[in-house]
């Protein structure tokens, strides 16, 4: 596997995998061409050196999966670096052959090389799987996350 920073072609199917799930269909308006709103979010996401949207392809060069990196610098911990992993999606036909872990594993490894002290996540309680595979790669549930959405 080989996992690089993600180009602007690489939007349709990146936003094609964060639409192809129960909650991601919902919230994802997945049509060629794109709406606009994904190319203004990729070139702002792109242009911020604290943000890594990040592809992996197979060996063929197919995108079998994405995720995206924030780096968050903040006063506490002694002006630490917070790394939060967002967006982590595979496609469904690579899905249980642990590809998952292998980018897991390369996140925390990454997230380490920017000196972060932490890596955090937060994920939906419908997803219980999800949960679980986080649990099992040692992420503890250590906060109750909140939001307020503001549409």
Excluded: C
Excluded at 54 to 62: C, F, Q, R, T
Excluded at 69 to 88: D, K
């Amino acid at each position: 596997m080989k996992f690089r920073k993600a180009v602007e072609n690489d939007v349709v199917e990146i936003v094609k995998m964060i639409a192809d799930d129960e909650l991601g269909k919902t919230r994802e308006k997945f049509v060629v061409p794109l709406p606009s709103e994904y190319t203004i979010a990729f070139e702002n996401i792109d242009s911020d050196a604290n943000q890594e949207l990040i592809v992996v392809e197979n060996d063929e060069s197919e995108i079998i999966g994405t995720l995206q990196l924030s780096f968050i610098q903040y006063l506490t911990y002694r002006g630490g670096i917070r790394a939060q992993i967002e967006a982590v999606r595979i496609k469904k036909e690579h899905r249980g052959k642990g590809i998952g872990k292998q980018m897991f594993e390369w996140a925390i490894a990454r997230a380490k090389e920017r000196k972060a002290h932490v890596l955090q996540l937060t994920t939906d309680k419908k997803r219980p799987k999800a949960i679980k595979f986080y649990e099992d790669l040692g992420f503890k549930p250590s906060h109750e996350g909140m939001k307020l959405h503001l549409n």
